[in-house]
């Protein structure tokens, strides 16, 4: 079945440290690609997407490109910040307007 | 987006007893779904809640257990029924505003003691 695998956290870095967490899936079809994240004691957060193949989603500095060709969906940012420290969620959506499939979170620590 | 808002926040519990956790939405939506997320753990979905219909739950999960209403486009409740220890989790209920997003609440954190 459709399933989304992330890196093992927890990651820890300095501010201003460049940032990637990967993400890769398992789907049969298309689906569409998000990354959520969770502060301490919140809900979760839309914090990008993209819904085809080659697609870029870009939100607060973070970015992640669709690879159908590898299945990934890596998160990027180049210089994070102690207010990014958050657990973040990668998750695949296979049917319009379906269930989200979640991976099993990475949490973000950052430094000062 | 969709502003949403859950009630309880948080509450403690005893087993054996049930608690109905209530999800509104600022605007009016189709789907509405309930997920669970146990400690250091992931989100898993429970149920699609629908107006007009019964929800459809996912597997593992039934409707004596965690039974769903939805009597309209802005809200919906989740009772987790007959609660033992296993069922302390963090409830979030979510909106899909347009076909390919989804809105989560502020989730409502149980424990069962």
């Known amino acids: 079945g459709d399933s989304v695998t992330q890196m093992e956290g927890p990651v820890t870095l300095s501010e201003e440290a460049f940032l990637t967490i990967n993400c890769t899936y398992t789907?049969?079809?298309?689906?569409?690609l998000f990354w959520y994240v969770q502060y301490p004691g919140e809900g979760l957060q839309l914090l990008l997407k993209a819904t085809k193949a080659d697609d870029k989603g870009s939100n607060k500095g973070f970015e992640a490109t669709y690879r159908k060709e590898t299945t990934s969906f890596h998160l990027e940012k180049g210089s994070v910040q102690v207010s990014d420290s958050a657990v973040y969620f990668c998750?695949?959506?296979?049917?319009?307007?379906?269930?989200?499939?979640f991976g099993q979170g990475t949490e973000l620590s950052v430094k000062p | 987006s969709a502003v949403i808002s859950q009630k309880p926040s948080r509450d403690i519990c005893q087993r054996g007893t049930s608690l109905t956790i209530q999800c509104q939405v600022d605007?009016?939506?189709?789907?509405m779904f309930w997920y669970r997320q146990q400690p250091g753990q992931s989100l898993t979905l429970i149920a699609t809640a629908n107006q007009g219909s019964e929800a459809t739950y996912e597997s593992g999960f039934v409707i004596d257990k965690f039974p769903i209403s939805r009597p309209n486009l802005t809200f919906s409740t989740l009772t987790v029924s007959n609660m033992s220890p296993e069922d302390s989790s963090i409830y979030l209920c979510?909106?899909?505003?347009?076909?390919?997003?989804?809105?989560f609440g502020p989730g409502t954190r149980l424990t069962v003691t």
């Open positions: 979510s909106v899909a505003v347009r076909s390919y997003e989804q809105y």
């Open positions: 605007s009016q939506v189709t789907m």
């Open positions: 789907a049969t079809g298309y689906p569409s």
């Open positions: 998750a695949l959506l296979y049917n319009q307007g379906g269930k989200l499939i």
